[in-house]
């Protein structure tokens, strides 16, 4: 299947992100009340409305039930930099990526939270967490240096500086609104914040007024 195909999504693409999302929620709500060590494949299913069979069609392992939430946002992410509008620069390309996988970010924080809380409270999991990480950012970086370059090869010596840069400064850049508007909640939606610091970025981020 294209990437196009899969990330795109007609109703039975929609139907299985669904299925997979509620696997992962449901992993994710069960391991931050008893712990990662004491759920089993078949909790999870059940607590889902699935069979054990469903799930070990969208999870090769237990453990990595736990690890993404949305495994399907990069490929999206991906699809959204590569069809922006050709004026837009590359950081809004990204920018605008972003803001659309964001966009429920105030409903989904509660499970973001118990997520962050999962990882960090079992070493191993935390670390197949930073792997998934690295490999979305790294992804994510081919597709800027696809965009920046315009000839379908983001180089063969791998997307370089700049998109490399840009990946992981984005990815800065929304775990820094995500902890502000965490703190700063009753002041502005996240959107606002997410798109303020985006803002800074483009600017260069020159120093405050004092």
């Known amino acids: 299947m294209s990437e196009k195909g899969a990330a795109g999504g007609g109703l039975r693409e929609r139907k299985k992100r669904a299925t997979r999302a509620a696997l992962a ?27 054990v069979r469903t799930f070990f069609n969208y999870f090769d392992s237990r453990d990595e039930a736990f690890v993404v939430i949305d495994a399907d946002a990069g490929a999206r992410m991906r699809r959204a930099v590569l069809e922006a509008p050709a004026d837009l620069s590359p950081l809004a390309a990204l920018r605008e990526a ?23 409270a079992s070493p191993h999991l935390l670390a197949r967490g930073v792997g998934a990480h690295m490999a979305a950012e790294a ?15 983001p180089g063969g010596d791998g997307p ?16 820094t609104s995500m ?23 483009a600017a260069g981020l020159p120093a405050p007024s004092a």
């Open 25 to 51: 929620e449901a992993a994710v709500r069960l391991a931050a009340e008893h712990g990662a060590e004491k759920v089993t494949v078949e909790a999870i299913s059940a607590a889902a409305g699935v069979s």
């Open 98 to 120: 972003m803001a659309a996988e964001l966009a429920e970010a105030e409903q989904q924080h509660e499970l973001w939270r118990l997520h962050a809380e999962v990882l960090h």
């Open 139 to 153: 992804d994510l970086a081919d597709a800027i240096a696809l965009r920046v370059r315009g000839d379908g090869d």
């Open 160 to 175: 370089g500086l700049y998109p490399r840069l840009l990946a992981a400064v984005a990815g800065a850049a929304v775990r």
């Open 179 to 201: 902890d502000h508007w965490s703190a700063h909640q009753e002041e502005a939606a996240f959107l606002d914040v997410f798109h303020e610091v985006f803002t800074l970025l």
